[in-house]
């Protein structure tokens, strides 16, 4: 059974910084896409980041030069380094992990999420 456990949500003050973990298990997880998503207050969720099986990286906007994603196949974790946090990166972090080929997607799983609150 596949499990997904975010970890390093924390209240933090604005330009502080903030670690966040995801251990995944039950899954083949070199073989993963994995993201970072968040959530926050009247917002849907949006992609953070994410890293493909073969350690491509993507970024959205807001957090491009200020967060840096990355995984560890040997631990089964993908990590997010959030730098220079902002208010507006407030929100619940959830990690995904998600396997397909070409546009058909095999596998889809998300953690319960981890809280990031940061005060200007």
């Known amino acids: 059974q596949a499990q997904l456990v975010e970890s390093g949500g924390d209240l933090v003050q604005a330009g502080g910084s903030l670690r966040l973990s995801c251990a995944a298990s039950?899954?083949?997880?070199?073989?993963?896409?994995m993201g970072w998503y968040r959530q926050g207050p009247e917002k849907q969720r949006e992609l953070v980041a994410d890293?493909?099986?073969?350690?491509?990286?993507n970024y959205a906007d807001p957090v491009k030069g200020r967060f840096t994603i990355s995984r560890d196949n040997a631990k089964n974790t993908v990590s997010l380094q959030m730098n220079s946090l902002k208010p507006e990166d407030t929100a619940v972090y959830h990690c995904?992990?998600?396997?397909?080929?070409?546009?058909?997607?095999?596998?889809?799983?998300w953690g319960q999420g981890t809280q990031v609150t940061v005060s200007s």
């Open positions: 995904n992990a998600q396997f397909s080929r070409g546009s058909r997607v095999f596998h889809d799983y």
């Open positions: 890293i493909t099986s073969e350690g491509s990286t």
């Open positions: 039950g899954i083949t997880f070199s073989s993963f896409r």
